[in-house]
């Protein structure tokens, strides 16, 4: 492998008489990144990554993008083009890629991951890499500066691939974040989870772990990270690849429980009445108990009869009554006159309906938005939450309607609409359950919610 560094003073080159070197992005001693424009996309931007090579590995990192492009995945950075070119004599490799906004790299010297941000950092990223396994390919060079916003999507940077089980000594130092195991010459998919538990306390702590290679001893994983993380990483950081967890058991580490309906308030288990204990009954006790309830059950019967035959017979009177004297009500007051419902409804019975009050909204809750996160929205994304509220005007349960592309602002959202308060609609004078849309617009100089009732 060359020991030629990537140069930022090569701005304004032309790579492949079609790509110039507009801006300087950052790099490493193997490779460096630029900004460019699409050819024949107009302003759209895009990076263009050089990687040093030997002339004898040129052909083969091609062939590995070849592949490995030839199946996308939504949170691998899109490849547009790639090829060979040379500056100065340096035979290179480029790829053109999607432009990022920025990386975690940039967010982490301002402030830590919640663990929360960690475990959504977490899901995209294992999605990513499980893709290039199954393909046969290694990584080889996750850290924060390869995880990558793309229009408000995470994404991960691959510009550089692994055969798994290649063997070899021209992998690239890489600090804490190359697995032990590079030092040997061969690389595999678990050289993949010891980057990401590096990554992992990195994110929490705003540092990588504690670690002596020369020690042969395994990186310190700090006692302040929180579970399940704290277990991820230690797990992830073996010196023997073998023994690091898998992918897998990562994604089921920082799966949570399945999600239950929101409720106003926690749903919780009633608890278990047990009685207090008694000395056995007698047999005139056990005898009374009885026939008590024998005689408050008939009696509590025959009362109900009476009132519905009264009821029924109130109702007959008043029914004949209209009909005796039709000619002289109007219709509004038919509206209002109780009778029993036909049992095929025509337009008498239609007039008879009760008259049904909008609700209204009481409290309107904003999300509760971090300002990295609303500093990351370009333009507007949207999302629709259904609020289920009783018919005290409490939400009973929240679901997305649409989800829009961030899973970060569909949480926010949806504890935000939990917490609102309704006025409950009305139907014949009595308080009913309503059903409500709330339309979220995100942007960076706020939120607006928009309330619909689509129920009743």
Same mark, same amino acid.
């Given at each position: 492998m060359t020991t030629t560094p990537i140069r930022s003073d090569w701005v304004g080159r032309v790579i492949d008489g079609r790509f110039t070197l507009h801006q300087w992005l950052g790099g490493s001693e193997w490779s460096g990144v630029f900004q460019t424009d699409l050819e024949g996309h107009g302003s759209q931007k895009a990076a263009l990554r050089l990687i040093a090579a030997d002339a004898a590995d040129l052909q083969a990192y091609i062939a590995r993008w070849t592949v490995a492009t030839a199946q996308s995945h939504p949170h691998l950075m899109r490849l547009f083009h790639t090829g060979r070119?040379?500056?100065?004599?340096?035979?290179?490799?480029?790829?053109?890629?999607?432009?990022?906004?920025?990386?975690?790299?940039? /967010?982490?010297?301002?402030? +830590?991951?919640?663990?929360?941000?960690?475990?959504?950092?977490?899901?995209?990223?294992?999605?990513?890499?499980?893709?290039l396994h199954r393909q046969g390919f290694v990584h080889g060079h996750l850290k924060p500066s390869?995880?990558?916003?793309?229009?408000?999507?995470?994404?991960?940077?691959?510009?550089?691939? &692994?055969?798994?089980?290649?063997?070899?000594? #021209?992998?690239?130092?890489?600090? /804490? &974040?190359?697995?032990?195991?590079?030092a040997t010459g061969t690389i595999s998919p678990a050289a993949d989870a010891w980057s990401l538990g590096v990554t992992v306390v990195e994110a929490l702590t705003q540092h990588p772990p504690v670690w002596d290679r020369s020690a042969h001893n395994e990186p310190v994983v700090p006692e302040s990270i929180p579970q399940p993380?704290? @277990? /991820?990483?230690?797990?992830?950081?073996?010196i023997d690849p073998m023994r690091r967890c898998t992918l897998? @058991? /990562?994604?089921?580490?920082?799966? +949570?429980?399945?999600?239950?309906?929101? $409720? !106003?308030?926690?749903?919780?288990? !009633?608890?278990?009445? %047990?009685?207090?204990? $008694?000395?056995?009954?007698?047999?005139?006790? =056990? %005898?009374?108990?009885?026939r008590s309830s024998r005689r408050l059950v008939p009696a509590l019967v025959v009362l109900a009869v009476l009132v519905l035959v009264v009821a029924v017979g109130a109702?007959?009177?008043?029914? #004949?009554?209209?009909? %005796? #004297?039709?000619?002289?009500?109007?219709? @509004?007051?038919?509206?209002?006159? +109780?009778?029993?419902?036909?049992?095929?409804?025509?337009?008498?019975?239609q007039s008879t309906a009760g008259e049904?009050?909008?609700?209204?909204?009481?409290?309107r809750v904003l999300p509760d938005v971090l300002p990295a996160a609303t500093a990351s929205i370009h333009?507007?994304?949207?999302?629709?939450?259904?609020v289920h509220v009783d018919a005290s005007g409490n939400v009973s349960k929240a679901e997305f309607d649409e989800p829009g592309p961030s899973k970060y602002f569909g949480?926010?959202?949806?504890?935000?609409?939990?917490?609102? =308060?309704? =006025?409950?609609?009305?139907?014949?004078?009595?308080?009913?359950?309503?059903?409500?849309?709330l339309e979220f617009q995100f942007t960076q100089a706020g939120t607006e919610i928009d309330p619909t009732e689509v129920s009743p």
């Amino acid at each position: 492998m060359t020991t030629t560094p990537i140069r930022s003073d090569w701005v304004g080159r032309v790579i492949d008489g079609r790509f110039t070197l507009h801006q300087w992005l950052g790099g490493s001693e193997w490779s460096g990144v630029f900004q460019t424009d699409l050819e024949g996309h107009g302003s759209q931007k895009a990076a263009l990554r050089l990687i040093a090579a030997d002339a004898a590995d040129l052909q083969a990192y091609i062939a590995r993008w070849t592949v490995a492009t030839a199946q996308s995945h939504p949170h691998l950075m899109r490849l547009f083009h790639t090829g060979r070119c040379e500056i100065e004599a340096v035979p290179l490799l480029y790829a053109v890629t999607e432009y990022a906004e920025e990386n975690l790299a940039e /967010i982490l010297p301002e402030r +830590p991951l919640t663990p929360t941000e960690t475990r959504e950092m977490l899901e995209p990223v294992l999605d990513a890499l499980a893709c290039l396994h199954r393909q046969g390919f290694v990584h080889g060079h996750l850290k924060p500066s390869n995880i990558m916003v793309v229009d408000n999507q995470l994404k991960l940077c691959w510009a550089r691939l &692994y055969v798994a089980g290649e063997a070899g000594t #021209h992998f690239p130092a890489a600090g /804490i &974040y190359g697995a032990p195991e590079f030092a040997t010459g061969t690389i595999s998919p678990a050289a993949d989870a010891w980057s990401l538990g590096v990554t992992v306390v990195e994110a929490l702590t705003q540092h990588p772990p504690v670690w002596d290679r020369s020690a042969h001893n395994e990186p310190v994983v700090p006692e302040s990270i929180p579970q399940p993380f704290f @277990d /991820i990483a230690q797990e992830c950081l073996r010196i023997d690849p073998m023994r690091r967890c898998t992918l897998g @058991d /990562i994604g089921a580490r920082i799966q +949570p429980a399945q999600a239950l309906p929101v $409720q !106003a308030a926690p749903v919780q288990a !009633a608890p278990v009445q %047990t009685p207090p204990v $008694q000395a056995p009954l007698s047999q005139d006790e =056990k %005898t009374a108990v009885p026939r008590s309830s024998r005689r408050l059950v008939p009696a509590l019967v025959v009362l109900a009869v009476l009132v519905l035959v009264v009821a029924v017979g109130a109702m007959m009177m008043r029914s #004949h009554d209209l009909r %005796t #004297h039709s000619s002289d009500t109007s219709s @509004d007051e038919q509206q209002f006159q +109780p009778g029993p419902r036909p049992e095929s409804p025509g337009p008498a019975a239609q007039s008879t309906a009760g008259e049904t009050v909008d609700g209204s909204v009481v409290e309107r809750v904003l999300p509760d938005v971090l300002p990295a996160a609303t500093a990351s929205i370009h333009g507007q994304f949207d999302l629709s939450i259904r609020v289920h509220v009783d018919a005290s005007g409490n939400v009973s349960k929240a679901e997305f309607d649409e989800p829009g592309p961030s899973k970060y602002f569909g949480r926010v959202a949806l504890e935000a609409a939990q917490r609102w =308060k309704f =006025k409950p609609p009305q139907v014949d004078g009595r308080a009913v359950s309503s059903v409500w849309l709330l339309e979220f617009q995100f942007t960076q100089a706020g939120t607006e919610i928009d309330p619909t009732e689509v129920s009743p």
